[in-house]
Nanobody, 117 residues
Framework: QVTFVESGGGSVQPGGSLRLSCEAT????????RSWYRQGPTNQREFVASISILDAVRYSDSVNGRFTISRASLSNTYFLQMNNLSPEDTAVYYCNAGMTEEAKYSWGQGTQVTVST
């Protein structure tokens, strides 16, 4: 069974930064993408960023240039560095994995990110 634990969220002012961490337990195929998602006030969960085993990355248009996904080698730990945050980034952030950017596993609890003055 694969589970995810997200951490690092908090409250920041616009323009601030946060670094989220994801600890995945269980066996995830190495070739699966590791991804971040978020669920904001509209309650739609959306893709944010992904990273492959070869460190190929992809971002949603809304975060490209501000967020950076990375992973610790030889582990199921990965990160999301978020810079220049705006109120539109307020959401619960989740991590997951899958062959594509469609999440394969059950969701964790997520970590709340709130951006406000």
């Amino acid at each position: 069974q694969v589970t995810f634990v997200e951490s690092g969220g908090g409250s920041v002012q616009p323009g601030g930064s946060l670094r989220l961490s994801c600890e995945a337990t269980g066996t995830i195929p190495s070739y699966y993408l590791r991804s971040w998602y978020r669920q904001g006030p509209t309650n739609q969960r959306e893709f944010v960023a992904s990273i492959s085993i070869l460190d190929a990355v992809r971002y949603s248009d809304s975060v490209n240039g501000r967020f950076t996904i990375s992973r610790a080698s030889l582990s199921n730990t990965y990160f999301l560095q978020m810079n220049n945050l705006s109120p539109e980034d307020t959401a619960v952030y989740y991590c997951n994995a899958g062959m594509t950017e469609e999440a394969k596993y059950s969701w964790g609890q997520g970590t709340q990110v709130t951006v406000s003055t």
